[in-house]
């Protein structure tokens, strides 16, 4: 069955870097395009990036671009976030989500179970 | 960037309870929209994606209608496991945002 297990997430003070991974599994992962989203205490969920399958094309949000980076491997099934000059407000689960493809609309039918990346000093 | 609005924000209703969410999007996104479900210390779950289409595996009291701006979640019947966070996303353009999110609790 499809699975994607994050990992990486922990206490970093603020200025710090993390490097978060998600292990994909039960699919073929280099037919699907992956995003990254969150969640801060207490608030909604806000969309990060997204990657395509040969990443070729990549987006972020305003609210993280130009510190965090996103990438994949897919010779190791996996999709990373490298994030740097992280602020307490970055403080969030962090999910990774598959993007199903033309037959989901686009739309994310996986999601892994999420890390929790907290900036504090 | 496109901007999703959910109301209401929060809804109390009772089990047996029809229930409707709208979300409207400030630019037209045509059937480019999906429905979540998130409930606290799980993981958000797909319900209904290209406005309207269930999920496979989604009970079909959930269903979902709209096309270009304005868009419903409704829910026929509520069940003790229906009370969650539902969020709506448009597809149509990066960033993917979500919708703010409408908490429904029990009355």
């Known amino acids: 069955q499809v699975q994607l297990v994050e990992s990486g997430g922990g206490l970093v003070k603020p200025g710090g870097s993390l490097r978060l991974s998600c292990a994909a599994s039960g699919f073929t992962f280099n037919d699907h395009y992956m995003s990254w989203i969150r969640q801060a205490p207490g608030k909604g969920l806000e969309w990060l990036s997204y990657i395509s399958n040969s990443d070729n094309s990549i987006y972020y949000a305003d609210s993280v671009k130009g510190r965090f980076t996103i990438s994949r491997d897919n010779a190791k099934n996996s999709l990373y976030l490298q994030m740097d000059s992280l602020r307490a407000e970055d403080t969030a689960v962090y999910y990774c989500a598959r993007d199903g493809g033309r037959y989901s609309g686009r739309s994310y039918d996986y999601w892994g179970q999420g890390t929790l990346v907290t900036v504090s000093s | 960037d496109i901007q999703l609005t959910q109301s209401p924000s929060f809804l109390s209703a009772s089990v047996g309870d029809r229930v409707t969410i709208t979300c409207r999007a400030s630019?037209?996104?045509?059937?480019?929209l999906a429905w979540y479900q998130h409930k606290p210390g799980e993981v958000p779950k797909l319900l209904i994606y290209?406005?309207?289409t269930l999920q496979s595996g989604v009970p079909s009291r959930f269903s979902g209608s709209g096309s270009g701006a304005a868009f419903t979640l409704t829910i026929s019947g509520l069940q003790p496991e229906d009370f969650a966070t539902y969020y709506c996303q448009q597809l149509d353009s990066y960033p993917r945002t979500f919708g703010q999110g409408t908490k429904v609790e029990i009355k």
């Open positions: 630019q037209g996104i045509g059937t480019y």
């Open positions: 290209a406005a309207s």
